[in-house]
């Protein structure tokens, strides 16, 4: 690759980038500079932004670089990921539309408005969002690494590592703090539609340079069978392990969002239909590692092989429009998670705190959380860990954590905040546990550890709800009805 074409695809991305701040601005110009529209665009996104909101939530650079590296190295394991795209999908429609109901009718704005409401604490209302931002951040650095490794291979080495994640960082710090959910929104349409371009068009040519679907599986199984069979317990355990991405994403703060931000119930339903079509993804990201490990078998960096099969054997041009929906695919996750940081700092422990201080105040304290989040998000994706999948996995184990407290508001009468304290409490503490000082023979079972962590927190959600007794019943009663009762069209 020469210096010209190196130029060239730094142009191409500098253009994708210039756009993105555009919209930013737009939607700064456009907004009403109140917290709801900040926070949640009005909730006015119809069901197309809705979507793509959703998606560029979901489809991240776990999808468009992480996949490909862990079928790279790993092998068929990462194929668990067709269930989990149902799964989410699921889970936005039961759980999606109950949440919209309740924040359209009572104005919630943030995951604590609706937990402080139902449980009638101050204290879970903080220690969830503490939890939240903790288990968040992680996520924000998954992206920030895809966009780096796009930006170095890409531009063959002109822009490092480094600077390309720094570029990236800065230009989502840029629109979101300009914009708030309305320039998410925006933004995740451009990204989403040029991230299935990218997925999809890019992944057939690549295929097709392997020898295609048929001689590519022919070829794994001479040269490296192993990838085509699941036999140690660890693999089997991440196998049945990953749903608990389905679980930790549908309740992060950026999902809780979406589902305040939607127009209507509609929007959501058709939102949780359509998102199991992206497991198609996988089937690509499938052909797209096991080619990779055929054309270029000693990757030091299994997560970067697309990018590197693209700028092999493609032209420069078409690779970096194709790369530029592997930036999407970062962006479109990055900017949503760090809008949710601003919501949980700005709205769970500052206007929680202080319910005195103005919207624009408000609005200023998210976007400095945006700021001071995506640096420290940078900093930590400067370390560079191999599979970016894993950070994923570890990252939504935590917010999991959240999933039976939701659940709790939304169907179950006699949920008490002591029982959602101990089992919230108790859960993080066993995923920790799990994650870091695991013994030795569970540990080799390879169960990520947020399933680790529902397994203490729900019994104790469960036992000491029933020892307890709800704050106040008949308010408990009451949201209860109104999560479960379809609004009105």
Aim: net charge positive; aromatic share 12%.
């Amino acid at each position: 690759m020469d210096q010209t074409s190196s130029y060239i695809a730094l142009g191409v991305i500098a253009v994708y980038i210039g756009l993105m701040i555009a919209i930013g601005e737009y939607a700064r110009r456009r907004g009403e500079r109140t917290a709801e529209d900040f926070f949640v665009a009005g909730r006015m996104l119809g069901t197309f932004a809705t979507f793509w909101l959703a998606a560029g939530t979901w489809w991240s650079a776990l999808a468009f670089l992480g996949s490909n590296g862990w079928f790279y190295g790993k092998g068929i394991t990462f194929l668990a990921n067709l269930f989990t795209n149902a799964f989410f999908g699921l889970l936005l429609v039961v759980l999606g539309v109950r949440v919209w109901r309740l924040g359209k009718k009572y104005g919630y704005v943030s995951p604590g408005d609706l937990v402080e409401d139902f449980y009638g604490s101050k204290l879970i209302r903080y220690v969830l969002a503490a939890i939240l931002l903790i288990f968040t951040v992680p996520y924000i650095q998954v992206q920030i690494m895809g966009a780096g490794y796009i930006f170095e291979a890409s531009t063959n080495g002109l822009v490092p590592f480094w600077l390309g994640s720094l570029v990236l960082t800065l230009t989502v710090m840029i629109y979101t703090s300009l914009g708030g959910k309305k320039a998410a929104a925006w933004t995740n349409i451009v990204q989403g539609l040029l991230l299935t371009f990218g997925i999809f068009v890019g992944g057939a040519i690549i295929i097709a340079v392997a020898g295609g679907p048929a001689a590519i599986v022919h070829k794994i199984l001479q040269l490296h069978p192993e990838l085509l069979v699941i036999r140690s317990p660890t693999l089997w355990g991440v196998w049945f392990s990953f749903p608990i991405i389905a679980l930790g994403g549908i309740v992060g703060p950026q999902m809780i969002l979406n589902m305040y931000s939607a127009k209507s119930e509609r929007a959501l339903r058709v939102t949780g239909a359509l998102l199991p079509f992206l497991a198609l993804s996988f089937l690509v990201a499938m052909y797209i590692g096991f080619s990779g490990r055929i054309l270029v078998p000693n990757l030091s960096r299994p997560d970067s092989v697309m990018v590197v099969l693209l700028m092999k054997y493609t032209p420069i041009a078409f690779a970096s429009v194709i790369l530029a929906g592997g930036l999407a695919a970062a962006m479109s996750t990055i900017d949503q998670q760090a809008h949710a940081i601003s919501v949980l700092v700005s709205r769970d422990f500052v206007w929680s705190a202080y319910r005195k201080i103005s919207q624009s105040l408000q609005v200023n304290i998210g976007r400095l959380a945006i700021i001071i989040t995506l640096l420290a998000a940078y900093f930590m994706a400067l370390q560079s860990p191999a599979y970016i999948a894993y950070i994923g996995a570890v990252a939504t184990s935590g917010t999991a954590q959240f999933l039976p407290i939701l659940a709790g508001a939304l169907f179950w009468r006699r949920a008490t905040k002591e029982g959602a304290l101990a089992g919230l409490l108790g859960g993080i503490a066993m995923t920790v546990y799990m994650q870091f000082f695991p013994p030795p023979q569970l540990k080799a079972l390879g169960i990520f550890s947020g399933w680790w962590g529902l397994l203490v927190n729900v019994p104790l959600f469960v036992v000491v709800s029933l020892l307890t007794k709800p704050h106040d019943l008949e308010k408990v009663e009451r949201l209860i009805r109104d999560a479960n009762t379809p609004a009105e069209v």
